[in-house]
Antibody
Framework: QVQLVQSGAEVKMPGASVKVSCKASGSTFDNYYIHWLRQAPAQGLEWMGI????????SYAQKFQDRVTMTRDTSTSTVYMELSSLTSDDTAVYYC????????????WGQGTLVTVSS | DIQMTQSPSSLSASVGDRVTITCRAS??????LNWYQQKPGKAPKLLIYGASSLQSGVPSRFSGSGSGTDFTLTISSLQPEDFATYYCQQSYSTITFGQGTRLDIK
């Protein structure tokens, strides 16, 4: 059964970039997509984008189009989400989540990574 | 983007109560509607997919219904572990979530 394990909490200065990892254990990079979402403190869930780990192709929400990059390393079954030009509004818990090909729901989710942007 | 509106935003109930949460989409989304439960400090957990299919391992007291624009999540008899925040999510087009319904103990 696949598990998604994310990297640890980060504290960044405004204007910096952050790179969060999501490692899939118990499964190869076949037949699913990885999505990234975030949740600001006491707020709802926001979708950021999707990457196909086997092919490497990705698509981003328009809001993040100019400053997010999603990549993968097939040798370690790890996907990455890098967000640049951080502001305090980017303070949030960032999640990765799996969607199987031909499915339309998120399961499982990573445990979340808190990114704090503060001077 | 499709707007998802949940009601109520918060709800107080007692163990054993029957609870219904509603989710309305701003346009028709067929049955591309999923429900998640989130507890404080934890990632969301899938409960219902495709509007009415129960995810494996989820207790049968949870059920979902609806299609088109109007959907409901029902918990038939609340258990102590059910007090959490619930989100609906549409996957018909660019993914969006409802604002959440916080369910707490009366």
């Amino acid at each position: 059964q696949v598990q998604l394990v994310q990297s640890g909490a980060e504290v960044k200065m405004p204007g910096a970039s952050v790179k969060v990892s999501c490692k899939a254990s118990g499964s190869t990079f076949d037949n699913y997509y990885i999505h990234w979402l975030r949740q600001a403190p006491a707020q709802g869930l926001e979708w950021m984008g999707i990457i196909n780990p086997s092919g490497g192709d990705s698509s981003y929400a328009q809001k993040f189009q100019d400053r997010v990059t999603m990549t993968r390393d097939t040798s370690t079954s790890t996907v990455y989400m890098e967000l640049s030009s951080l502001t305090s509004d980017d303070t949030a818990v960032y999640y990765c989540a799996r969607v199987m090909f031909r499915d339309h729901w998120f399961d499982p989710w990573g445990q979340g990574t808190l990114v704090t942007v503060s001077s | 983007d499709i707007q998802m509106t949940q009601s109520p935003s918060s709800l107080s109930a007692s163990v054993g109560d029957r609870v219904t949460i509603t989710c309305r989409a701003s346009q028709i989304i067929s049955s591309y509607l999923n429900w998640y439960q989130q507890k404080p400090g934890k990632a969301p957990k899938l409960l219902i997919y495709g509007a009415s299919s129960l995810q494996s391992g989820v207790p049968s007291r949870f059920s979902g219904s609806g299609s088109g624009t109007d959907f409901t999540l029902t918990i038939s008899s609340l258990q102590p572990e059910d007090f959490a925040t619930y989100y609906c999510q549409q996957s018909y087009s660019t993914i969006t979530f409802g604002q959440g319904t916080r369910l707490d103990i009366k």
